[in-house]
């Protein structure tokens, strides 16, 4: 296959393609590649200057997925799952970059992929029933349909605090890794302690000279538990592979987990601890689903989250330190949970100081480091761990207009609306996968993102076969499909905590649970109902 292309000028130029896809990541590599097996043609814009989508970029100290590698990779391709063989139980974030590196070349799709291309604006052509796409440089690409893959947590947050343009250390984001970062014996400050803080700091900390995490919620951590996979491990799961993958993709995340014990109340003390226990020392996000209700019912939910702070104060020595680590005030889950290597162990080391900007906050950048209320210190370098502009940060960043010119931030600006997460009224010919209104972030998003491409392959073979000019859900079916989503989201507990599943973490930002939050399996066979009844909701004209 030809070598990964840099923009090239005259890309722009070229005839109109029958789909442009924008991103590539999981969602747009697949997608480019079951395009091709239609007959029809795409192209594929990427901003990154590689494949790989949000793992692309971050390349911070410990990433890796908190989903068992086997079950975080395509299941599409026979041949690729043979000749690939995951070294962990959980991917660590190179091994992932190169599996994607793999597939692409193995699929030839790099030919169709234009890197360093990062698109601008999308404008959709009423008379010509097509969509003009122009990246920041300029060029333009015409396609019949406009295919979004610009993923969930790929837009990086870094908040605006005061003095950051004064400081002169180096300011790194976790999202957008320099591969020249070096802090080995360095003063480091972590600001943010979610997912990506958590899976930092263990391995700053080792590195630093110094760490200070400036933490301002703390998080629910559970143990990953991660380990070598061994040849005979690989090959009890590949056994059983087909019925496994079948069983995430009728599930509610899609992912591996043991069944719950039922309600919480239904279950005897003893054997309640017990349940925990055992699922606190398999690791991993099984702890959330020890019990039917624990998303449902706080008092259920407290008990899970009683139990993981009774850990942390096994665990940190410091009775002042493990007080300030202990979350409460928000159900546990209701933040993403963070899974994590040693990350409590870490507030055991001597070069880790722990500052709680709640009783401290930050006052301000300063030339040296960073002043809290109660003092400064010196840092030569901060590590921004601040998370995203989630869901719809990356779409938000494009000027995307519809029909009539209205649009896609204007739709938005109450929060996002749209059908099946797929598709929005009043932008023809346009998908997003894995977006806002879809189980994605919710879900093992790999499974979520088959399950979208191989239904946008197929509404576009049903599309080209019978000649419809274009594609468009009705403004009925998008209503009917955010009340759905909003009624399902309000019987849980997931409202209530501020996070980014809310756009509570970015200033401004309207407050929505943004996900569908009914579950992979039944999200399918909704999807499936839909195109068996003649793409019901959809206008094809
Ligand atoms: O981001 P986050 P993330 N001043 O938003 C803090 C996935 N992921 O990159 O909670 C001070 O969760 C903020 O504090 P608060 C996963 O889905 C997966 O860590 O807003 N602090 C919080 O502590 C995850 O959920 C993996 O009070 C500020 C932190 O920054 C999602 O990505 C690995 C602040 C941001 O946490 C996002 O995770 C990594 C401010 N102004 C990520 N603003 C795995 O697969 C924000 N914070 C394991």
Known sequence: DAAPSAARPQDGQAGPTDVLIVGAGFAGLYMLHAIRTLGLSAVLLEAGDGVGGTWHHNRYPGARCDVDSIDYSYSFDPAIRAEWTWSERYPSAPEIRRYLEFVADRLGLRRDIRLSTRVRAAEFDEHAESWSVTADDGRTWRARWLVFATGSLSQANAPDFPGASEYRGRLLHTADWPRDADLRGRRVGVIGTGSSGVQAIPVLAEEAEHLVVFQRTPGFVVPARNHPLSPDET??????????????????????????????????????????????????????????????????????????????????????????????????????????????????????????????????????????????????????????????????????????????????????????????????????????????????????????????????????????????????????????????????????????????????????????????????????????????????G
Request: glycine share 12%; aromatic share 8%; with cysteine.
């Open 235 to 540: 090959a009890a799961i590949e056994a059983d592979y087909a019925t496994r993958r079948q069983a995430l993709r009728e599930s509610f995340g899609g992912w591996h987990l043991p069944p719950s014990s039922g309600p919480a109340a239904d279950v005897p003390h003893g054997e309640r601890l017990a349940e925990l226990e055992r699922r606190w020392s398999i690791g991993g996000l099984c702890l959330q689903s020890a019990f039917s209700d624990v998303m449902t019912d706080p008092a259920a939910n407290e008990q899970v989250a009683r139990f993981v702070r009774d850990r942390i104060r096994d665990t940190v020595h410091d009775p002042s330190t493990a007080e300030t680590l202990c979350p409460t005030g928000y159900p546990l889950g209701a933040k993403r949970l963070c899974v994590g290597t040693d990350y409590y162990e870490t507030y055991n080391r001597g070069n880790v100081d722990l500052v709680d900007l709640r009783a401290t906050p930050l006052e301000t950048f300063t030339p040296g480091g960073i002043r809290t209320s109660a003092q400064e210190y010196a840092l030569d370098a901060v590590v921004l761990a601040t998370g995203f502009d989630a869901m719809t940060g990356a779409l938000d960043r494009i000027d995307i207009r519809g029909r009539g010119g209205r649009r896609l931030r204007d739709e938005w600006a109450a929060g996002p609306r749209s059908y099946l997460g797929l598709s929005v009224a009043g932008f023809p010919n346009m998908f997003v996968l894995a977006g806002p209104g879809s189980p994605s972030v919710m879900s093992n998003v790999v499974v979520s993102i088959e399950q979208h491409v191989e239904w946008v392959r197929d509404l576009l073979a049903h599309l080209a076969d019978t000649g419809t000019g274009t594609v468009e859900a009705t403004a009925e079916a998008q209503d009917r499909w955010v009340e759905l989503g909003n009624q399902i989201a309000s019987a849980t507990l997931y409202p209530s905590a501020d996070s980014w599943y809310m756009g509570a973490n970015v200033p401004g930002k309207p407050r929505v649970f943004m996900p569908f939050l009914g579950g992979v399996g039944t999200y399918r066979g909704i999807c499936d109902g839909v195109a068996a009844d003649g793409y019901k909701g959809f206008t094809l």
